[in-house]
């Protein structure tokens, strides 16, 4: 999906210049095709280095010599629980791309009367 100049300067200028989280998750599609503990990334100013950022999260489990790929979210994922913290996305790395399998954020939340949980998984 190709976006207009704009929305993509106004974007850049917006992660740029305030202080933004995300929350990462990754997967392998063979190794790891589950995975739902996440890890809260603050990622550089100068966004040609975010790549390297992202990365860096989740080193230990990165595959060298395997291809990579970043996937966002949509829709936005809740993160009602997240009240320290204000997450501007969820960024998923994913691995073993050759695998018959998506990326996905899957949320299931629920509430009783006297806990309210909530939890996150990355499939």
Not at 58 to 77: G, K, L, T
Not at 101 to 109: A, N
């Amino acid at each position: 999906m190709d976006l207009p100049r704009e929305i993509v300067a106004e974007t850049l200028c917006v992660f740029s210049c305030v202080k933004t989280y995300s929350r990462t998750w990754y997967l392998h599609h063979e190794h790891l095709p589950r995975n739902a503990i996440p890890r809260i990334l603050e990622p550089q100013k100068d966004w040609r280095r975010w790549e390297g950022d992202l990365q860096s999260a989740w080193h230990e489990f990165i595959v060298p010599n395997e291809v990579v790929e970043y996937h966002i979210a949509q829709p936005d994922p809740y993160r009602g629980y997240m009240n320290h913290i204000v997450c501007h996305a969820d960024v998923i790395i994913s691995q073993g791309v050759w695998a018959p399998r998506f990326s996905g954020l899957i949320t299931v939340h629920c509430q009783s009367r006297h806990l309210g949980l909530s939890e996150n998984s990355v499939r």
